[in-house]
Each structure stands twice: as structure tokens, then as C-alpha cells.
């Protein structure tokens, strides 16, 4: 992982509508379906058939945490939002190597943060959830009793479906910074990178409803080599690569715009096809992974 820079708090602005609260810090719907769908179409053949035909299911469940983020649930919302994300510039160095969530929290504590939970969570989350994958499908390898192995079965695939969630939420710039929805106020802005607060929405729900083809996301995702024994490096790996992205993001937006209204620049839609087609191939390298793993 690249030296990352001085420790700084964010505190996510909401926006309250009646009793409602609307986070657009997410890929929209469309953008997780689309790179689910490219994920298991990229599974190879040796995965077992039961899951690669749950695609449907597989798609479905991928917005799925999103779909938990009511305001009208505040302590369910409150204890999930920081799985999210991961605000690269907030942590001290070496807090990622910590060995849980916990111990990163602790991490950042010694360091002064006093709110960890507002640095976000998100590698923890995606490398907790792969090992539960690997633990189900060792469960279901060893099981001989078809009931109990159709149980597994649906958790298993209820667990990759929500794995992927936050795998293709990593895929996103946004979701890695400080800048998670137009410029951060206060930080330096030299090259006059947009503050507007609608831009993390618009880019990865509208825009991308609007202009990006899940045929070209599909056409773009590799098939998965297996990072077995290695997956928590792979995974920082990849978050570490789409947080080198922000700035070219926000010179997208500058430049040539990420307008759903309007016909898009090649430009734009290119990157958006790109972040949704890397978050498809490391979701499938995950799931390819954890059931190489289980073995």
C-alpha cells in the first residue's frame, strides 16, 4: 500500500427528506447488477453448477446491503454504513495491517482519531465475508446429508451475493476517499476539482443507468485466477488501485463531464464501464477463491 497522509476525520453529510435519509454514497442499483452479472458470467466451469446457476439470485442479492440503509432504522444503518468505505487519507501508516477491524480500530485510536467507525471499514468487511464463504463451502464439501447440503447451498450463495456488494463498492473511487462526493472542504484543490455534493450519485447511479451497457462491462471482466491463501492482499491491492483513480475521476468530471442528461464523452463512459468491470473480475476472483480455498 502506497504512505498515506495525516490523519483527518469526515463526518458523512446526509441529506433528510421527511423521515427518510438519502445516502447516495453508493453505486446505484443498476451499476451492482451490472457487475455481479459480468462476475458470474466470467465464473469458470469447475465452480460448482448449484451457484453458477443462481445468477439471477446472485445479481438480486448485490444491492442488497444497500437496501438495509434506512433512516428509519437508525441503529441498523448507524452499525452497517461504515462497511462502505474506506477513507485512505485518514488512516496512519501500518493501520491496515492490523489483523481485524478491531485491531485496526485500536490502530487508529492510539493515533487520535476518536470516531475510527468514520475512516470506514470496507477491506475488513469484503475479507470477513470472503472467509465466511471459504467456511460455507468447506461445510458444504464435507456434508453428505442433501437437506442439510441444500441449507448450505442457499447460504453460500446468499453470502457471495452480499460479498459482492461491498467488493463492487471498492471498485468505485469515491468509496476509498475523503473526496467521496465532491472535493473535501479545506483540502488542497489546485487543480479545481468539482465540491459539488451531488457528484458521487450522479455519477455512479445516473450516469451510469444512463450511458453504461452491461454488455460492455461483461466484455471487459477476464477470467479469475484464483488468489487462494492470499486473498487479504489482493483485496488492499485492489483498493489501493481504484484509490490511485480519484484524481482521474475528478478530471473526467472537469473535463469532459459525467452528464446523464446529455451524450456522454467517450471518456467518461469508458471509466465507468472500466471501475464496473474491475469490480466484476475481483468479485468473481473472490468467489473462484474462497471455493478454490474451502479444498
Same mark, same amino acid.
Given at each position: 500500500?502506497?504512505?498515506?497522509?495525516?490523519?483527518?476525520?469526515?463526518?458523512?453529510?446526509?441529506?433528510?427528506?421527511?423521515?427518510?435519509?438519502?445516502?447516495?454514497?453508493?453505486?446505484?442499483?443498476?451499476?451492482?447488477?451490472?457487475? $455481479?452479472?459480468?462476475?458470474?458470467?466470467?465464473?469458470?466451469?469447475?465452480?460448482?453448477?448449484?451457484?453458477?446457476?443462481?445468477? !439471477?439470485?446472485?445479481?438480486?442479492?448485490?444491492?442488497?446491503?444497500?437496501?438495509?440503509?434506512?433512516?428509519?432504522?437508525?441503529?441498523?444503518?448507524?452499525?452497517?454504513?461504515?462497511?462502505?468505505?474506506?477513507?485512505?487519507? *485518514?488512516?496512519? !501508516?501500518?493501520?491496515?495491517?492490523?489483523?481485524?477491524?478491531?485491531?485496526?480500530?485500536?490502530?487508529?485510536?492510539?493515533?487520535?482519531?476518536?470516531?475510527?467507525?468514520?475512516?470506514?471499514?470496507?477491506?475488513?468487511?469484503?475479507?470477513?465475508?470472503?472467509?465466511?464463504?471459504?467456511?460455507?463451502?468447506?461445510?458444504?464439501?464435507?456434508?453428505?446429508?442433501?437437506?442439510?447440503?441444500?441449507?448450505?447451498?442457499?447460504?453460500?450463495?446468499?453470502?457471495?451475493?452480499?460479498?459482492?456488494?461491498?467488493?463492487?463498492?471498492?471498485?468505485?473511487?469515491?468509496?476509498?476517499?475523503?473526496?467521496?462526493?465532491?472535493?473535501?472542504?479545506?483540502?488542497?484543490?489546485?487543480?479545481?476539482?468539482?465540491?459539488?455534493? *451531488?457528484?458521487?450519485?450522479?455519477?455512479?447511479?445516473?450516469?451510469?443507468?444512463?450511458?453504461?451497457?452491461?454488455?460492455?462491462?461483461?466484455?471487459?471482466?477476464?477470467?479469475?485466477?484464483?488468489?487462494?491463501?492470499?486473498?487479504?492482499?489482493?483485496?488492499?491491492?485492489?483498493?489501493?488501485?481504484?484509490?490511485?483513480?480519484?484524481?482521474?475521476?475528478?478530471?473526467?468530471?472537469?473535463?469532459?463531464?459525467?452528464?446523464?442528461?446529455?451524450?456522454?464523452?467517450?471518456?467518461?463512459?469508458?471509466?465507468?464501464?472500466?471501475?464496473?468491470?474491475?469490480?466484476?473480475?475481483?468479485?468473481?476472483?473472490?468467489?473462484?477463491? $474462497?471455493?478454490?480455498?474451502?479444498?
Amino acid at each position: 500500500m502506497r504512505l498515506h497522509r495525516s490523519v483527518m476525520i469526515l463526518i458523512a453529510p446526509t441529506l433528510l427528506m421527511g423521515t427518510t435519509v438519502l445516502d447516495p454514497v453508493r453505486w446505484g442499483g443498476a451499476g451492482h447488477e451490472m457487475a $455481479a452479472r459480468a462476475a458470474v458470467s466470467a465464473l469458470p466451469a469447475d465452480v460448482p453448477a448449484f451457484f453458477r446457476l443462481a445468477a !439471477d439470485q446472485l445479481v438480486y442479492l448485490d444491492p442488497e446491503p444497500d437496501r438495509w440503509r434506512s433512516g428509519n432504522r437508525p441503529e441498523m444503518r448507524g452499525a452497517w454504513a461504515p462497511d462502505h468505505f474506506i477513507n485512505l487519507e *485518514n488512516l496512519p !501508516d501500518g493501520a491496515l495491517d492490523a489483523a481485524d477491524r478491531y485491531a485496526f480500530m485500536a490502530r487508529l485510536y492510539r493515533a487520535g482519531v476518536d470516531r475510527p467507525d468514520q475512516s470506514g471499514f470496507l477491506p475488513f468487511t469484503i475479507v470477513e465475508l470472503y472467509q465466511r464463504l471459504v467456511t460455507e463451502w468447506e461445510l458444504w464439501r464435507r456434508e453428505r446429508d442433501p437437506a442439510r447440503r441444500a441449507w448450505i447451498e442457499q447460504r453460500i450463495i446468499n453470502d457471495a451475493g452480499i460479498l459482492g456488494h461491498f467488493v463492487t463498492d471498492g471498485a468505485q473511487p469515491h468509496h476509498t476517499t475523503i473526496h467521496y462526493n465532491g472535493w473535501a472542504d479545506g483540502a488542497a484543490n489546485p487543480e479545481r476539482f468539482t465540491q459539488d455534493r *451531488n457528484f458521487h450519485a450522479r455519477f455512479e447511479t445516473d450516469f451510469v443507468a444512463a450511458h453504461v451497457e452491461p454488455r460492455g462491462v461483461e466484455r471487459l471482466v477476464e477470467r479469475p485466477r484464483s488468489v487462494a491463501g492470499a486473498a487479504r492482499q489482493a483485496v488492499m491491492e485492489y483498493l489501493d488501485e481504484t484509490h490511485g483513480l480519484v484524481e482521474e475521476l475528478y478530471r473526467i468530471e472537469r473535463d469532459v463531464g459525467f452528464d446523464p442528461s446529455r451524450g456522454p464523452g467517450p471518456e467518461a463512459v469508458r471509466f465507468a464501464t472500466e471501475r464496473l468491470a474491475a469490480g466484476g473480475h475481483m468479485l468473481a476472483t473472490l468467489w473462484v477463491s $474462497a471455493w478454490v480455498e474451502s479444498g
